[in-house]
């Protein structure tokens, strides 16, 4: 008869917990055959050989901004049509096409670019070209489609408006920014009402462009080839001008955090901010396991002090934010509304420890180990490092910066850690905004630095 036993057994033995074996060298992807190159129409093409399994990754990467207020409304509804129809096929048979393929299309908007990632079977590459290419180039947002999306997109709107994360979201963007277009994150439900389609098909026309715009194709297929039969597939996609780009942003103003008002409110949004560097710094591999340290994941000091030892929040975290022009930090988590004077007082106290209580060699060995480990999961499927090197394109970096961050990681002395946290994490440097109940701001402007509107 078989014995079986409990994974507690299997862990001991007859002298104690059995050891952990020691944890492997993390190594990052070396050899990786790409081309990266711009096509006569002006588009960059960026296409990586990664053959793991037998089909592609799509990521289009489109400058859309626009300076009309009413841009980010328009720009929705074409997001949402723009794979609904064309002169050669309506919605089924584009769905058709690209199921007959194994394959899926899907857009997206924000204020800076409009996205379209796909993927399909290696051997529907072709396929899967072709409806993209007939997407951007023939796309005719039919009035029953821009109708039933743009209904759609009024009700999702303003379901989201009424949640706290969006409301909380908004008020930071405008303390940071201002009116600057890239505060128009999701636009108001009544200006999405009012789009028509000859709105959308006229930004289709201007806004929809290959100068300046990447994309990026990673899968089972030489480089090479995939450059030569995108180029065949988008010979239709030209233009004379360029893709529009967002304006700088301003840099962020440390100072007072914005009190805003949400009555009768149970919870407490709390959001702090302030500038940080891009990737391409030499400072900014210091920043990254820092900013770790702090709130970057599950096990930090913030996650640690008031989350696990106060119970003052279910989620706490902090960030990099790369913007068009830059990059941001920001602090977030929710409280219950009556802890919110003494969890802003914790992450205050946590952002100046960081600084003069510097990161011990332990703390440090985890977030590296964290850092390269999780990078490297990341970029392991052909989605993943598909949508890692479209972010990094839109920066102007390629593959090689990709394959050499887990040196540079690896590379970081505590000592360049512990400056980065002194510079980068000091509390004078943030401003934000807290969204709640009036009833704390009483509390809240007792700690100082807290203002209303």
Do not use: C
Not at 170 to 185: F, I, K, M, S, V
């Amino acid at each position: 008869m078989t014995t079986f036993r409990t994974a507690a057994e299997i862990g001991h033995t007859e002298l104690g917990p059995r050891p952990l074996p020691a944890l492997a060298v993390q190594r990052a992807a070396t050899g990786l055959s790409s081309v990266d190159t711009v096509l006569d129409n002006g588009l960059r093409v960026v296409a990586v050989h990664a053959p793991t399994v037998p089909t592609v990754e799509l990521r289009l990467r489109i400058p859309f901004a626009g300076t009309d207020p009413l841009h980010a409304a328009r720009a929705e509804v074409l997001a949402a049509t723009i794979l609904t129809g064309t002169d050669r096929r309506d919605r089924v048979a584009i769905d058709t096409d690209l199921a007959l393929v194994g394959g899926e299309l899907d857009a997206g908007v924000d204020p800076e670019r409009l996205s379209i990632s796909g993927n399909a079977l290696a051997s529907g590459f072709d396929t899967l070209l072709d409806v993209l290419a007939d997407a951007l180039t023939g796309a005719v947002h039919r009035d029953d489609e821009v109708g039933r999306e743009r209904d759609r997109l009024v009700e999702r709107i303003a379901v989201a408006r009424s949640q706290p994360s969006v409301i909380a979201r908004e008020a930071l963007q405008r303390h940071r920014y201002g009116d600057h277009p890239y505060t128009r994150e999701m636009p108001e439900a009544g200006d999405v009402a009012t789009v028509t389609p000859e709105q959308v098909r006229a930004l289709h026309t201007a806004g929809v462009l290959p100068r300046g715009s990447v994309l990026v194709l990673v899968g089972d297929v030489t480089p090479d080839d995939a450059v030569t039969r995108i180029g065949r597939a988008l010979s239709g996609w030209s233009a004379d001008r360029a893709a529009a780009e967002l304006p700088d942003l301003p840099e962020i103003t440390a100072g007072d955090l914005l009190f805003v008002p949400r009555p009768g409110a149970v919870q407490s949004q709390l959001r702090l901010t302030a500038q940080a560097i891009v990737r391409t710094d030499p400072q900014y591999p210091a920043l990254q396991l820092a900013n770790l340290v702090f709130g970057g994941f599950f096990s930090s000091r913030l996650v640690e002090n008031i989350r696990e030892d106060k119970g003052y929040t279910y989620h706490a975290r902090s960030s990099v934010e790369f913007t068009p022009s830059g990059a941001t930090l920001l602090v977030e988590t929710d409280t219950a509304s009556d802890v919110t004077a003494p969890a802003l007082l914790e992450m205050r106290y946590e952002l100046a420890r960081l600084g003069l209580v510097p990161p011990t060699e332990s703390e440090v060995d985890t977030v590296r180990q964290y850092a390269i480990g999780s990078l490297l999961i990341s970029t392991a499927s052909q989605g993943g490092l598909a949508s890692q090197l479209a972010a990094l394109a839109e920066l102007g970096l390629g593959v090689d910066w990709l394959v050499d961050h887990p040196g540079r990681l690896a590379a970081v002395s505590a000592e360049q850690i512990a400056e980065a946290a002194l510079e980068f994490f000091a509390p004078t440097r943030y401003t934000g905004v807290v969204v709640g109940d009036a009833a704390q701001l009483r509390l809240l402007q007792s700690l100082g630095g807290v203002v209303t509107a």
